[in-house]
């Protein structure tokens, strides 16, 4: 099956220094990525959808030079929380369509990075 | 827009009990379903989906899930759970009609199984 990998899968920062989080697909090329945050004990949040070769499409609401997504290639999407402060601490999850199995709609998650600033 | 309801935010169940999480959901197009789980600091693994055919889902597991148009539900049901099955369990939708652009996700339901 498709296979998806964040790193890292814990963070902890000072406040005002920036964070890059990794999200790989490891056996396929996903020209699409999802970015979600995740509070605790809630839902996730669709955060931007990143696309290979342009630039990422943001919910709103999300600050977009707040959280940087660069999607490089078609196997990695980075986001960078910049200039992190203490709320921003939360769960990121990212997630792909493998293109094999795009009929379905189904997404293949990463494991997640818990990211706390102090 | 799309929308998912999941009504019980917490599920607590003795072990080998039967137990069934409820989703339902707002859309005036056709859909398909996802249930996906979530075990403390990891991703999401999905369930079972519902894309056509039998209105009857296997997952893996042992879960299983019914689609009801008519009630625009699909609830997540399993006849004997296990302490593993302690987790997070969240419903989702995505518009056949819309390129599969987006995923909503539900509130999730915390399954809580005790000895």
């Known amino acids: 099956g498709a296979v998806v990998s964040q790193h890292p899968s814990w963070v902890i920062c000072k406040s005002g220094t920036s964070v890059k989080i990794e999200c790989r697909s490891l056996?396929?090329?996903?020209?699409?990525m999802f970015w979600y945050r995740q509070f605790p004990k809630q839902s996730l949040m669709l955060m931007a959808t990143?696309?290979?070769?342009?630039?990422?499409?943001?919910e709103q609401g999300v600050e977009k030079d707040k959280f940087l997504i660069n999607h490089a290639s078609l196997t990695l999407s980075t986001l960078t929380v910049t200039s992190a402060h203490p709320e921003d601490s939360s769960f990121y999850i990212c997630?792909?369509?493998?293109?094999?199995?795009?009929?379905?709609?189904?997404?293949?998650f990463g494991e997640g990075s818990r990211l706390t600033v102090l | 827009a799309q929308s998912v309801t999941q009504l019980d935010s917490q599920v607590p169940v003795f072990e080998e009990a039967p137990v069934e999480l409820r989703c339902n959901y707002s859309?005036?197009?056709?859909?398909?379903l996802f249930w996906y789980v979530q075990y403390p600091n990891q991703g999401l693994q999905l369930l079972l989906k519902?894309?056509?055919?039998?209105?009857l889902v296997k997952g893996i597991n042992g879960f299983e899930a019914e689609f009801n148009k008519s009630q625009t539900s699909f609830h997540l049901r399993k006849p004997s759970v296990h302490i593993s099955d302690t987790a997070e369990y969240f419903c989702?939708?995505?518009?056949?009609?819309?390129?599969?652009?987006?995923?909503?996700f539900g509130t999730g339901t915390r399954l809580l199984v005790s000895p």
């Open positions: 997630s792909a369509r493998d293109p094999r199995q795009e009929v379905t709609g189904e997404l293949f």
């Open positions: 056996d396929f090329q996903a020209t699409t």
């Open positions: 990143s696309n290979e070769g342009s630039k990422a499409t943001y």
């Open positions: 859309s005036s197009v056709s859909v398909y």
């Open positions: 519902y894309l056509s055919g039998s209105t």
């Open positions: 989702a939708v995505t518009l056949m009609n819309t390129g599969f652009q987006k995923l909503v």
